[in-house]
């Protein structure tokens, strides 16, 4: 299982395309517990997907040291 907690998708389907099409992946929000990115094909834009990454170190600032 921790095998695909790092996976990306390269292609998605794209219902306005009809066809699988290259995606582009997008920070959407920064959680405190991770990551939420969405997935837009890179031909018409139409949101296509999410993918939420947990305890994602990119991104994280601590201000409460120093």
Same mark, same amino acid.
């Given at each position: 299982?921790?095998?695909?907690?790092?996976?990306?998708?390269?292609?998605? %389907?794209? &219902?306005?395309?009809?066809t699988l099409r290259p995606?582009?992946?997008?920070?959407?929000?920064?959680? &405190?517990?991770?990551?939420?990115?969405? %997935?837009?094909?890179?031909?018409?834009?139409?949101?296509?997907?999410?993918?939420?990454?947990?305890?994602?170190?990119?991104?994280?600032?601590?201000?409460?040291?120093?």
């Amino acid at each position: 299982m921790h095998s695909f907690e790092t996976l990306r998708a390269a292609e998605l %389907y794209c &219902p306005e395309c009809r066809t699988l099409r290259p995606v582009q992946e997008r920070l959407l929000l920064i959680l &405190p517990d991770g990551e939420i990115s969405i %997935y837009r094909c890179s031909v018409c834009g139409k949101e296509l997907g999410t993918r939420q990454q947990k305890n994602a170190k990119r991104g994280v600032v601590d201000l409460t040291s120093g």
